[in-house]
């Protein structure tokens, strides 16, 4: 499984399933923290789309940490005050980084993670579909 699909699924799903899988790699490996999690301010870019072009549109606050397990770095980001969550995706990521031997149990867990979260979306739009007005059929 690639990292940005990974990352999107801990952020979006279950935050306990980023801290169940990253206490599981600090209870068996020694997890150095390079950069404790802490805020800063990132650039959105945003798709101009008349003429395809780039441009920034705002800064978001974001949380980010560092930490190093068996000579690999893992690095978390994500947006607003999330301590726990920053340093949980970068043990995870440095876990990957360093294939340590759990991550290949965590596939099957995470594409679960991504079915309920896919499930949950398409809930929510069914519902928002129901509120929908067609305008071709009212009388005016």
Not at 11 to 23: K, V, Y
Not at 77 to 89: E, F, P, R, S
Not at 100 to 122: G, V, Y
Request: charged share 30%.
């Amino acid at each position: 499984m690639k990292r940005r699909r990974r990352t999107e699924i801990l952020i979006q799903g279950d935050p306990e399933l980023a801290g169940n899988l990253a206490e599981e790699i600090m209870n068996r490996y020694e997890c150095q923290e390079i950069i404790a999690p802490h805020y800063g301010l990132t650039m959105i870019k945003m798709r101009e789309t008349a003429k395809n072009a780039l441009f920034y549109i705002g800064e978001v606050l974001i949380t980010e940490a560092k930490v190093e397990i068996n000579r690999c770095i893992g690095i978390g980001i994500v947006t607003g005050m999330q301590d726990d969550l920053a340093k949980h995706l970068a043990i995870i990521d440095a876990a990957y980084k360093a294939n340590l031997p759990e991550t290949s149990e965590w596939d099957s867990l995470l594409k679960e993670a991504e079915r309920q979260i896919k499930r949950k979306k398409a809930k929510e739009q069914g519902e928002l579909f129901e509120t929908k007005v067609n305008f071709e059929t009212m009388d005016i």
